[in-house]
């Protein structure tokens, strides 16, 4: 009797056991979600991933042929801002370990290289939601059969990215010749880092030719924590807006003793900290009046899908989504869930071929993956009104608003960009004096 | 003018740094790589009681400097003494306990960028440079631990006691000084320090969990051109090394970033020079 108890004790353990180990029966669609999970451009990747995957998980999954398949998500953490080796790392686990289906994420462009390869490697669709650099998808024109995988969901290339601060710097330009009636003169402050090279480059060519004299570029370390030495110079050299290209803390460091110091110049370019809902606090509210390109935006509407979108992410996440967590969330519910649900299948080259041949709408404007002159798929993203255009947002008394596109024309003749919410530029008051 | 402010004031930061990591070199041949590591801790200690709890802003700096001397103490105690007679496991170790710090510290906090209220807001011009009463107030804390360092090592008999230690361990052993107490005294000092760093610092800066790595080349760089374990030798090289930051700053905008790598440049000529470092010898005789 007592055999017989424990043989039934061992098979009821079995049983649990096995129940524990395996709580889903179905086959799941496994989608790798990767970024640097301790920052909060990662945290963004996994925020943005979850709500589509709770989404579609809520309604019953993704209907792949006859089947109907819950999506499971993987958090690899690509550690890549400290080391990019452990990116590859993730990538590869995500692989070879977790055998998922597909990839979201990525965002430092020297990890997303060979991220890219890896997936291209296992033949696995890696759909990019962070690095901005265009000869990701160059790669794909120049060798198709390879990196026709790899997808960009979110920045827009960093062409298109210049061409959107260049047109927020000559907007910013034209309200300061229409308040205070004075000619502008611009001095560039870029963090010394790769990626802001070739946009220096742009931008000291470019400032000439919209009407206002360049005194000077200034490239403090991305990590300074000190830039009075800078502001006093560029205070010196009669500068009344600085064209900032920040990514790093270096953009706290720069808004917050700007302000401090009252600098009569106005901020315009990219900041990535002034993004987030933390600046204000993160610059003692010394970052007031600081213009920087952004995604989202309380109270700005791109479509019919924004407010949905940031209702649901701002009362779940109690935060503005970043553009990372925005990029996730379309590739997943967007990009992958329609296309997979078209062909039936998880066939990686029948996805790829039904993808790159779509035009589909996500809350931040339509996405229509681009093609060169002569037609081969780059899989990059269409820039411009009545595709994807990001916006100009400012801090205006402790408050994130959108103040870019305003009756924005990309050429003369062409269509019209203002979205919903937009308000006007302010000048910082101490800029009139 | 500008040079003059930013110099004084960058070199007054790393004499800070670099004092009590020669201070622990010269008495117990302890090389603390995790010594900026301190500084990192008390920075985030103020962030957290000042922010997060909303403590008085110089309370939460006093606590934090206490906090990290304590928990230097506990290190030295459980981690370095078992350990202290090899010098590369010494070595070895504060690494991997800075980057312990370094990790803790990014699961507490994660790596988003924090930063800590100014004692004092607003500022004032001298010579057409704006200064903020922060940076002062920054200059003023630094000049006087300087001298209260200098008091006690050169008027006491702590310091008396540190210094003979400095000079001659196994003499100072024979005359009945117990040479680990004193040890864990002067890292206690020197944690201290790096602890008093973090808190004058952290408002002027903006804190993420590798804030560490920066200054612990530029520290390392200050002392070994100093010379190793010389004091006064640190206290020079701080300010060389301060002034040469802020003229790079000032006379090439556009290389501003390169200000550390000149600065070890500067290092290494001078040991190429004299391997002993500026002060090695003189320092050497003093002792």
Known sequence: ?433 | MNILITGLITGSMLALLAIGFSLIFGVARIVNIAHTAFYMVAAYCIYYLSVRVGLNPLLSMLTAVAAVTVLGLLVYKFLIDPIREHEGAVLIATIALAMVFQEVTLRLFTGDYRTVDFLITGFFTVGGVKVFYQQLLTFGVVLVTLGAVWFLLMKTRLGLAIRSMAEDREVANLMGMNESRLAMITLGISVALAGLTGAVLAPLTVLNPYMWMEPLIIMMAVVVLGGLGSIKGSFVAAFILGFTEALVVFLVPKGAFLKGSVALTIMILVLLIRPEGLFGVSFEEER
């Open chain 1, 1 to 433: 009797m007592k055999i017989m108890t424990l043989g039934w004790r061992l098979a009821l353990t079995c049983c649990i056991v096995m129940v524990m180990c395996f709580p889903a029966w179905g086959r799941t669609i496994k989608i790798g979600v990767i970024g640097p999970m301790q920052f909060v451009q990662g945290k963004g990747h996994w925020a943005g991933a979850t709500m589509a995957a709770d989404e579609i998980n809520a309604r019953g999954g993704v209907q792949v042929g006859g089947e109907k398949m819950k999506i499971e998500l993987i958090k690899a953490d690509s550690n890549e801002f400290i080391n990019v080796a452990d990116a590859t790392n993730a990538m590869e686990r995500l692989m070879t370990q977790d055998k998922v289906d597909f990839v979201v994420g990525g965002f430092r462009t020297e990890a997303v290289f060979p991220m890219q390869d890896i997936a291209m490697d296992y033949k696995k669709i890696f759909i990019d939601c962070g690095a901005a650099t265009t000869a990701l998808c160059t790669r794909v024109a120049e060798n198709y059969n390879r990196y026709k995988y790899f997808f960009r969901q979110t920045p827009f290339n960093d062409i298109y990215l210049v061409r959107t601060s260049f047109a927020h710097l000559a907007m910013a330009a034209a309200v300061m010749k229409k308040e205070l009636n004075v000619p502008i003169k611009c001095a560039i402050v870029a963090e010394k880092a790769a990626w802001t090279d070739g946009m220096i480059k742009a931008a000291q060519a470019t400032i000439p030719k919209l009407g206002m004299e360049l005194v000077g570029t200034w490239q403090p370390s991305d990590k300074a924590t000190d830039v009075t030495a800078e502001l006093s110079a560029i205070q010196k050299s009669g500068a009344n807006v600085v064209f900032t290209i920040f990514s790093a803390s270096v953009g706290i460091t720069f808004a917050r003793q700007a302000g401090e110091l009252k600098i009569p110049a106005a901020q315009v370019g990219i900041n990535v900290e002034a993004q987030k809902d933390g600046f204000w606090e993160a610059t003692k509210g010394m970052g007031n009046y600081v213009f920087t390109t952004n995604t989202y935006c309380r109270g700005v509407e791109y479509n019919e899908l924004t407010t949905p979108f940031m209702d649901k992410f701002i009362k779940r996440f109690n935060e503005t989504p970043t553009y990372t967590a925005g990029g996730t969330h379309d590739a997943i519910l967007y990009a992958l869930v329609p296309s997979i649900e078209a062909v039936g299948s998880l066939d990686a080259d029948k996805i790829v071929a039904h993808l790159e041949n779509r035009e589909y709408k996500v809350p931040s404007g339509i996405v229509k993956y681009e093609k060169t002159k002569d037609g081969k798929p780059t899989h990059d993203l269409t820039w411009g009104p009545g595709y994807l255009t990001s916006l100009g947002v400012q801090w205006q008394d402790g408050k994130l608003v959108g103040v870019w596109p305003n009756k924005w024309k990309l050429a003369p003749d062409g269509p019209e960009a203002t979205y919903k919410g937009i308000v006007p530029m302010k000048l910082p008051p101490w800029l009139k004096k």
